[in-house]
């Protein structure tokens, strides 16, 4: 099935395959307000069947889809393709290479990711995968909470949702220490508002702070949401208590040890409670619990050892949850 219509340029690019080891990996441009979403395909079509799951992979703040896998077929996006499934990973309106870059014209809110960029994606993919019962959703860090809220939010697009996958999401930072006090604070709630209203967005590439850009109306939002209520900015839907009547579907929310701030264990916890996730799984990736290190905010995804610790009981639980969805009526 053919990707939806494209302008020219965006045809060229779509078809630029990259394989490498096995693995297919193909740029897809979904038009979308002014420009287009990219959304990087991975597959191994050797091993690929109709009865596997089909995941879809959301960065966090600051960040793009390069968190999840790499040209050379590294990440969590690459080991899970070459054990079967499909997988989707998906740039944020402005970031990786979605169209256009962030600018001074071009400043989404969160909420556009919430009701129309993932429902689009979402969608997109089923058409892709007619045969699926649905498709399973993994974020990290600020990824979580945005597609936590989607699922609270657009009831319906949730059921085809098959499992809601979480590394270091945090919707609130509670946590005190020096170190939150420079990296939230200081840096992210003073200087980098201040920043964003002199270039219209915050330059974070530019200050080596992190992955991507962040839009000023985003980069304001979650300042918000990590302060106060989890209630929408653009109409004031109250997603806390929308969260107590949705039918979440099973959940597992991964914590790093070392992960001090930006997905604090406790933070983390905080978030599954607020979500009313009592039967969610939660893992802390610490060496006391027998993984391989106590891993930080990042290389929980990045570490060449997540491939041999904590990657491969994840796939296994998709692969069982899979198989229930296929058996069922």
């Not at 530019?206 to 653009?234: C, F, K, Y």
């Not at 009547?245 to 604090?264: E, H, I, K, Q, Y």
Request: proline content about 5%; hydrophobic content about 40%.
């Amino acid at each position: 099935m053919s990707s939806i219509s494209t302008n020219a340029k965006q045809q060229h690019c779509e078809h630029q395959n990259v394989s490498i080891t096995h693995l297919e990996q193909q740029s897809h441009f979904l038009p979308f307000e002014d420009g287009a979403l990219h959304v990087r395909s991975i597959l191994a079509p050797e091993q690929v069947r109709a009865d596997m799951p089909v995941v879809l992979l959301l960065h966090g703040a600051m960040s793009n889809g390069k968190v999840f896998y790499s040209d050379s077929g590294k990440g969590l996006g690459c080991y899970l393709a070459r054990n079967g499934m499909a997988v989707y990973v998906m740039d944020t309106f402005g970031r990786g290479q979605s169209e256009p870059s962030l600018n001074r014209h071009n400043n989404p809110q969160q909420e556009s990711v919430i009701c129309q960029q993932l429902p689009l994606v979402h969608r997109w993919i089923l058409q892709h995968h007619p045969e699926a019962k649905g498709v399973h959703w993994c974020a990290h860090s600020w990824g979580g909470v945005l597609m936590a809220s989607s699922l609270v939010r657009m009831t319906d697009i949730a059921p085809r949702v098959l499992s809601l996958v979480c590394f270091g999401s945090k919707r609130t930072i509670k946590t005190q220490s020096l170190k939150k006090y420079l990296m939230v604070d200081l840096l992210w709630n003073r200087i980098a508002p201040r920043l964003a209203r002199k270039h219209g967005y915050f330059d974070a590439r530019h200050w080596r702070l992190g992955m991507d850009n962040e839009s000023q109306a985003s980069l304001l939002e979650t300042i918000d949401w990590v302060a106060g209520p989890w209630i929408g900015h653009q109409d004031g839907f109250d997603y806390s208590e929308a969260a107590k009547r949705c039918t979440w579907p099973p959940a597992w929310f991964f914590a790093g040890a070392r992960d001090t701030v930006l997905g604090n264990p406790r933070d983390v916890q905080d978030m599954m409670a607020e979500c009313q996730l009592t039967q969610a799984k939660f893992t802390l990736l610490a060496k006391a619990n027998g993984h391989s290190a106590d891993y930080g905010h990042g290389d929980m995804l990045t570490s060449p050892l997540a491939i041999s610790d904590h990657f491969p009981v994840l796939k296994d639980w998709w692969l069982e949850l899979n198989a229930a969805a296929n058996h069922s009526n």
